[in-house]
Each structure stands twice: as C-alpha cells, then as structure tokens.
C-alpha cells in the first residue's frame, strides 16, 4: 500500500515535470511541491497562460522615455494580474516566477488583484517562493524599503533597526544576510508595521513562519478555535431548540407575543397573523446568519490547518536542507 501510494506520487511529479519540460521550463529548478502544483493543469490551458505572460513581458518598450518606460511598466504588473485572474494566487504567483518575474515584481502583480498584504504572502509561501534567509545587497534591500514605506521614510533607520550584519562580497558588494529575525526587530522598533513587515517579507523572499508553533502550538490554538466555535454552536442550537419545543420556551415566547399585545392594546387576527410570520422570517433569516457565520468559521479552520500544513512541510525541508549542508 505505501509503495502503491509512493508510486502514484512520483508518476504524478514525473507527468508535472515532462508537462513543463515540453512547454519550456526547467523542472529541476522546482521543489516537489511545485512541480505537483502544476499536475491539475491541461497542456494547452498552461500554455496559454504562459503565451499570455511573454506577451507582456516582450512589449517593446525602447521607443519610451524612463518616465513612460516607469508608467508602462506598472500597467504590466496590472496586466499580468488581469491575464492570471481566474488562477489561484499560489498558482499565478509560481507561474509567473517561471517566467523569469522576481519577487518584488510578483508581490506587485497580486497587489494588482487587490490581495492583502496577508494574502500576498501566504500565496508566495504556498507557491516555494520563500525562505528562512535570503543573501542580499544593502542595496537591494534599501530599495525595497524605499517602495514599502514610500519616499520620505527615513530608510537609514529602518536599516539600523533591523540589526543586519554586512559584509563584503568578492565584487565589493555591500552584503547581509536577512532573516525573520532582522524583520521582526524593525516591527519591534516601531519602523515597521506588521503588514509592511509581511510586504517586505514577500518582496524580498524571506519566509517569517514561527517553525515551532507550526509543529506544536498552532494546532492546539486551532484545537481550540474549533472547540470554541463547536460550543458556541451548540449552545444557540440549544437555546433555539428550548425555545421551539420546551414548555418553558413556549412559555417564554407567550410573554414576549402578551408584552407586544398589551403594549398595542388589540389587535385584530390578521395583524397577529402577520405579526407571527414576520417573527417567523426574522428567526429563519437568524437561523440563516447563524449557520452562515458557521461556514465562514469552518473555511477559516481549513485555512489556518492549511497554513499549518504548509509550515510543517517547509520546517521539515528547511531542516533537510540544513542537514546537507
């Protein structure tokens, strides 16, 4: 069963890796993770899209001068953004590095899509764009500061908050390496806020997951949530139930229909009757609120276990990959 099971995955990575081969990409650059994620797609849908990314990206745009080479090029990103919309974010954002866009570009392209800074970095950490260090010129990193935080932050200090430590390169390239940590120190300065922090991660692809809460407390604070969310269920239920089918429920809903009464004198039978169903829709529509918020909770579980998944599975690559080293 396990090497059934063992052999269907890597029929499955083979088929992704040969799909991408024919289409031009270099599949050995590719995680297992990222080639799986291209297994649901047809050959000609894959080069469509891919079609439709290199027409973008071999516009001409020599005849422009900076200030319009400057403007066009942010209606690009905006056009890969149109050209990848019906793809999941995970999905477009790994196409796109594919086709040679950096991570700065590919944040840009999803803001485009109106993604969230937190949603902007949970797809790039789905799609493997993300690691625990990445190796940088100071120059590299002042610049995406400088598009974060805008023209007139003083970048300087932002810089100084993060404690790199820089070095030298053989070219004489000032040089630092930059982790979570670096980034969490500007949040804790007040340099940064939490979603620039994330900005500034995905941009410059640096994975800020907590590897030891996605093994241990994660789940048990969503062991939690979904409890908590179960009783708060369970608990309106019951109340709706007592008050449908008990005799003190009765009881109570005849004091609430003789309070009303009394406070309007007499009504005639008709205006009770209309009284009685427009009661009767506004407890359908809560019920229908309820059992809707119920969903919404529900789709944040599977999420937040999906972001759980995800971490443990790069911890675990992370930890391999150190090993090797």
């Given at each position: 069963?396990?090497?059934?099971?063992?052999?269907?995955?890597?029929?499955?990575?083979?088929?992704?890796?040969?799909?991408?081969?024919?289409?031009?990409?270099?599949?050995?650059?590719?995680?297992?993770?990222?080639?799986?994620?291209?297994?649901?797609?047809?050959?000609?849908?894959?080069?469509?899209?891919?079609?439709?990314?290199?027409?973008?990206?071999?516009?001409?745009?020599?005849?422009?001068?900076?200030?319009?080479?400057?403007?066009?090029?942010?209606?690009?990103?905006?056009?890969?953004?149109?050209?990848?919309?019906?793809?999941?974010?995970?999905?477009?954002?790994?196409?796109?590095?594919?086709?040679?866009?950096?991570?700065?570009?590919?944040?840009?392209?999803?803001?485009?899509?109106?993604?969230?800074?937190?949603?902007?970095?949970?797809?790039?950490?789905?799609?493997?764009?993300?690691?625990?260090?990445?190796?940088?010129?100071?120059?590299?990193?002042?610049?995406?500061?400088?598009?974060?935080?805008?023209?007139?932050?003083?970048?300087?200090?932002?810089?100084?908050?993060?404690?790199?430590?820089?070095?030298?390169?053989?070219?004489?390239?000032?040089?630092?390496?930059?982790?979570?940590?670096?980034?969490?120190?500007?949040?804790?300065?007040?340099?940064?806020?939490?979603?620039?922090?994330?900005?500034?991660?995905?941009?410059?692809?640096?994975?800020?997951?907590?590897?030891?809460?996605?093994s241990s407390t994660l789940p048990k604070w969503i062991a939690t949530l979904k409890l908590s969310a179960k009783a708060i269920w369970e608990n309106i239920t019951a109340t709706l139930t007592w008050l449908a089918t008990t005799p003190a429920g009765w009881a109570t809903l005849a004091v609430s229909a003789i309070t009303v009464a009394t406070i309007k004198h007499t009504k005639s039978?008709?205006?009770?009757?209309?009284?009685?169903?427009?009661?009767?829709?506004?407890?359908?529509?809560?019920?229908?609120?309820?059992?809707?918020?119920?969903?919404?909770?529900?789709?944040?579980?599977?999420?937040?276990?999906?972001?759980?998944?995800?971490?443990?599975?790069?911890?675990?690559?992370?930890?391999?990959?150190?090993?090797?080293?």
């Open positions: 069963m396990e090497n059934q099971r063992f052999y269907n995955w890597n029929k499955r990575r083979w088929k992704s890796y040969k799909k991408l081969t024919d289409l031009g990409i270099d599949g050995s650059k590719l995680s297992i993770g990222q080639l799986i994620s291209f297994k649901d797609f047809k050959p000609d849908a894959l080069k469509s899209y891919i079609d439709k990314i290199q027409a973008i990206k071999n516009e001409d745009l020599s005849k422009l001068n900076n200030d319009k080479q400057d403007l066009y090029q942010t209606l690009q990103l905006k056009q890969y953004g149109k050209a990848l919309s019906d793809l999941e974010p995970k999905q477009a954002a790994l196409l796109l590095s594919t086709q040679g866009l950096s991570n700065a570009q590919i944040e840009q392209v999803l803001s485009a899509q109106k993604l969230t800074p937190e949603l902007q970095y949970q797809a790039m950490l789905e799609a493997g764009l993300l690691s625990s260090k990445q190796k940088l010129t100071t120059a590299q990193i002042e610049e995406t500061l400088q598009t974060v935080l805008g023209s007139d932050a003083d970048i300087q200090a932002t810089m100084s908050a993060m404690e790199l430590k820089v070095a030298t390169d053989a070219q004489g390239n000032s040089v630092a390496k930059l982790t979570k940590k670096n980034i969490e120190a500007a949040v804790a300065s007040g340099k940064l806020t939490q979603e620039q922090a994330l900005q500034l991660a995905s941009m410059l692809g640096v994975d800020m997951a907590v590897k030891k809460q996605a039978l008709k205006d009770l009757q209309e009284t009685a169903q427009d009661s009767k829709s506004a407890y359908d529509n809560t019920i229908s609120e309820i059992k809707s918020l119920n969903d919404e909770l529900k789709r944040e579980l599977r999420l937040k276990e999906a972001i759980v998944q995800t971490e443990g599975k790069k911890a675990a690559a992370d930890v391999l990959y150190d090993s090797n080293v």
